[in-house]
């Protein structure tokens, strides 16, 4: 599965090169003045300058995990009445961001989430839950530390605030308006923390990037719980074969907890996304990346167009937890 998805995602970028291969005017501002388009708050603005942004984020998990192995519907069942099959999460992120000052940038993250889960009980029927809604809003500050000609160093520092519904509910077999486990809720219900470092480089047609964050819950939400902290490291590599277009290649480690608490309208002997255990884990992702920027004297120009699609090489889990198999990212940003 993986080999067909690394060939796909290979011939995808070598396509969308060869259909955008014609040439375009230097500008001052380059595809590689960007990091791939899933990595956030990358870069600080200038002040008064704004920049806004739209990205649609897609997940699709079918593969399921106990520790580093990928485990059948059938090993799921014989410890759960209900095993999960799949699951998509569609995320739309509107975004805005403003220079304060040349080293103070504030940025603002509103995620509308949609996901479905398709299920089988042990008795062979199945279903399927859904649901919708706005997420935790984002709000962020990055501070400039070091910058020179070709180096930056920043810190990101933001607080997420519990918009996010943890209430949602749906029909199952139990019956018609049932609370849905933990990895359905649209939010944390806490307010988190959101600190970070980044690292850019840049010289000639190559970039460079590191950045670390995680996420910090801050006391117990209204259902009794707290869900697990997170942390994640990326580093990428990028390189411009004109200023208008540049491909990138990102590793991407995730770590996250389990969950502190739990839901009392959850039973967590029915189904493993009710279990409060068996939520923490670790994956590393490999990336690939395309940016590209409008740079000609024309209604295109600073327009930045970027796609990156990711997989997972690596699996850890304190399962069984279903995994994503392929994730993709495709957004549009516009500075002025």
């Known amino acids: 599965m ?13 396509f969308v090169f060869v259909i955008t291969s ?46 580093e192995d990928e485990v059948d519907t059938s090993r799921v069942l014989s410890e759960f009445m209900v095993a999960p099959l799949s699951m998509t999460m569609d995320m739309h992120m509107v975004g805005g961001m403003y220079g304060l000052t040349d080293d103070i940038t504030i940025m603002l993250m509103i995620p509308y989430v949609e996901k479905d889960m398709d299920h089988r009980t042990r008795m062979g029927g199945m279903f399927s839950t859904s649901s919708s809604g706005i997420g935790d809003i984002k709000l962020s500050g990055l501070f400039s530390v070091y910058q020179d000609e ?14 996010g519904s943890i209430d949602e509910r749906d029909r199952t077999p139990m019956g018609p308006n049932q609370l849905l486990p933990y990895p359905m809720q649209l939010g944390s219900g806490t307010y988190d923390l959101h600190p970070g470092i980044t690292y850019t480089g840049q010289h000639e047609r190559l970039s460079w990037g590191t950045q670390f964050t995680a996420v910090q819950r801050l006391g117990e939400n209204d259902r009794d719980y707290t869900l697990g902290n997170r942390y994640e490291a990326s580093t ?32 967590p002997n029915m189904v493993q996304t009710a279990d409060p255990t068996r939520q923490a884990g670790r994956q590393l992702d490999a990336l690939f990346g395309l ?33 994503s198999d392929l994730e993709f990212t495709v957004g549009w940003q516009k500075a002025w």
């Not at 993986?2 to 070598?14: A, D, P, Q, Y």
Request: charged content about 20%; glycine content about 10%.
């Open 150 to 163: 070709t180096q930056r160093v920043h810190l990101n520092f933001g607080v997420s605030f519990p918009s």
């Open 2 to 14: 993986h080999s067909l998805i690394r060939k796909t995602v290979c011939n995808l970028i070598g």
């Open 22 to 67: 014609v040439s375009t005017a230097a500008a001052h501002s380059t595809a590689n003045d960007h990091a791939p388009i899933g990595v956030m708050g990358d870069h600080l603005h200038k002040q008064g300058e704004w920049m806004v942004s739209y990205r649609y984020m897609r997940m699709d998990m079918d593969e399921t995990y106990v520790g």
């Open 291 to 323: 940016n590209l920027i409008g740079t000609g004297d024309n209604w295109l120009h600073g327009h930045r167009l970027a796609l990156e699609v990711g997989f997972p090489i690596d699996v850890d889990v304190n399962g069984p937890q279903l995994i």
């Open 236 to 267: 990428w590599i990028a390189y411009e074969p004109a200023d208008w277009v540049s491909g990138s290649f990102r590793l991407r480690k995730k770590y996250w907890g389990d969950i502190d608490g739990a839901d009392p309208d959850l039973n």
